[in-house]
């Protein structure tokens, strides 16, 4: 649990059977990069609060058998969620805004595989706005590939989605 931390790097770290891998709230200037979350049960990775845009989750592993979500990203702005693989779980990622303003996450080239749900999920309590979903590839999610529940001024363009109830819902 990192709480109001400023320069963190985590590195090739083993998230196995916890309710979250790593959780991140009020902080800025977090890597966590080249890491394994296995069966976490309500996330792997939870971003919360995260103002500044300086947050990263990239290169890593996500791998969900009975769990919620690979990576939650609530009331934050601006993280960078790239280069992952996600594995199983209700959703692959998912952006939950809290007020309004909250959004400018970049999701790119990520590897979402086999959601109950949807591969990547926007929406939340709040308008999410200005994220960008980039350049993805969803399979197998028994919803959509993307979902927009509830955004504005966003951009979903070159993902590779196939296999799933709906490609962008």
Do not use: W
Not at 20 to 46: D, K, L, M, Q, Y
Not at 82 to 104: K, P
């Amino acid at each position: 649990l990192l709480i109001n931390v400023t320069n963190a790097v985590i590195d090739d770290y083993l998230g196995d059977y916890n309710v979250r891998g790593i959780t991140v709230v009020r902080s800025s200037n977090v890597a966590i990069n080249g890491s394994r979350f296995n069966n976490n049960i309500e996330a792997g990775v939870h971003v919360v609060d995260c103002q500044d845009g300086s947050v990263k989750v990239e290169n890593s592993t996500f791998t969900t058998v009975d769990g919620d979500d690979g990576i939650l990203l609530e009331g934050s702005r601006g993280a960078r969620v790239a280069g992952n693989s996600i594995t199983g779980g209700v959703n692959g990622i998912v952006v939950r805004a809290s007020d309004l303003g909250h959004g400018g996450h970049r999701i790119t080239e990520n590897a979402i595989t086999g959601q109950s749900m949807h591969g990547i999920l926007l929406g939340g309590p709040s308008l999410t706005e200005g994220d960008q979903v980039l350049n993805n590839t969803i399979r197998d999610s028994g919803g959509a590939g993307v979902m927009i529940s509830f955004g504005r001024t966003l951009m979903v363009s070159g993902n590779d989605i196939s296999g799933c109830t709906q490609g962008i819902g």
